[in-house]
């Protein structure tokens, strides 16, 4: 913020394009980094923001919607079994889904993925198959059913993510995207996701000696 727009009691920039106001001491922190007035701000509108969002995902709102519709006996982790049974699925060798890919996939136990897999060939939605590369390997294919409900999913969503977008500027979805990618780099960056937790424990770890 500019002095002048101090004096004058004017808005900032940032003030005038963002709506979302995140946490002051989020911001303060973000100050003593030596972030001006509006950086600062920023910083803490991201994380309100991605909080928002994070609370949305984790409703799993239309997931759930989709299955009241669909199949009310199906949970949401059937859904996205469905969806990781999906992903590159195929009929060469290589395409071949197992327990464990659908487990690693979904980021559960491979007993948790063992169970929800046998609900869904219980329930018409898979069926197994013998690996073609080891007979004694069991794979899984999703029924003409799922194929359909995947196609229908993927198809809703982007209908949605496109139609929130449809009144967006060409250059700032360019910008946003640009910028989205460049942002999400630190989730990919386990090293500096250790440097991190180190100093959350650091911190921890001096608290507790006052």
Known sequence: MSSNDTETGKP?????LCQTRGDQ??????????????????VAAIDAVM???RRSVQRRDFGRLILARIDPSLEVSHLDAIIALSAGAGDTPQDEVTVGIIAERMGIDPSRASRISADLVERGYAFRVASQLDARRICLKLTARSERLVTAVRQ??????????????EQDLVTFATLL????????????????????KQVMDETELV
Request: aromatic share 10%; hydrophobic share 50%.
């Open 181 to 200: 990618e460049r942002f999400a780099g630190w989730a990919t960056d386990e090293d500096g996701m250790r440097r991190a937790a180190d100093a959350v």
């Open 25 to 42: 001491d989020l911001a303060d922190l973000a100050r003593g980094s030596g972030l001006s007035e509006a950086a600062a701000d920023a």
């Open 12 to 16: 900032d920039r940032f003030s005038a």
């Open 156 to 169: 809703t969503k982007w209908r949605i993510f496109a139609g929130a977008l449809a009144q967006w500027d």
């Open 51 to 53: 909080a928002k969002v």
